[in-house]
């Protein structure tokens, strides 16, 4: 059980940091009139969002144990990290799937996905974890505490608080199922639920409609 609030807490954290994150952004937008923003820019910003969220999730650990961390839930918080980038990553090759497939009929849609970028921000964020775990007087500055701190109190708000319980009580199991199926994976070569996208499906059945006409011609 110990486990399972550990995971939800963690769920409730995720889902407050993103709110916050997500206004953020929205005044950055305003300030900069709506002007977008290079594919290098965009994946700087990610990179401080991945970041700065491990710094506050070591927090959360330390918080939790007075001042004394266990290895066995700074593991289970770094799993959690990793699966929640790899989540993320698996969401935006499947918008860019999408942009790829219809963005031609949509000019205010733009692919800017980068596998190596991405994976080269996710890299970075798991190692800053594990730097932290090595030097962990490093994880105190001012604005990865104002995070942790206004984390803590939204939670304890009666309304805000209870919304993002009911959120992380989701995150929690969306995040046992990703486990789960990758365990699976593991042990037996399949998942246990497979995910394909139908936009691959719909760009590979034009491409066979393809090679058959030059076939005939």
């Not at 990793?82 to 698996?90: E, P, V």
């Not at 409609?209 to 011609?217: A, K, L, Q, V």
Request: overall charge negative; proline content about 3%.
């Amino acid at each position: 059980m110990d486990l399972l609030d550990f995971i939800f807490r963690l769920g409730v954290l995720f889902a407050i940091y993103g709110f916050i994150w997500a206004l953020i952004e929205f005044g950055l937008a305003i300030l900069s009139m709506g002007s977008n923003r290079t594919p290098l820019g965009v994946y700087i910003f990610r990179a401080i969002k991945y970041v700065l969220l491990v710094d506050v999730t070591f927090l959360f650990c330390y918080n939790l144990e007075n001042d004394h961390i266990q290895l066995y839930n700074l593991g289970l918080a770094g799993l959690v990290l990793l699966t929640y980038f790899i989540g993320k990553l698996q969401n935006r090759q499947q918008q860019a799937v999408f942009v790829s497939a219809f963005g031609s009929g949509m000019p205010n849609l733009k692919n800017n996905f980068n596998i190596q970028a991405e994976l080269g921000v996710i890299g970075l964020s798991i190692g800053f974890f594990i730097f932290l775990i090595a030097y962990p007087q490093f994880s105190y500055n001012p604005l990865s505490s104002w995070f942790h701190e206004s984390i803590l109190n939204i939670e304890d708000t009666p309304i805000f608080g209870f919304i993002f319980k009911i959120i992380g009580f989701f995150f929690l199991l969306n995040l046992l199922f990703k486990m789960l199926n990758g365990f699976i994976y593991l042990i037996s070569g399949r998942p246990l639920f497979q995910m394909t996208s139908g936009f691959r499906k719909f760009e590979k059945d034009k491409t066979d409609e393809f090679d058959d006409f030059e076939e005939i011609n």
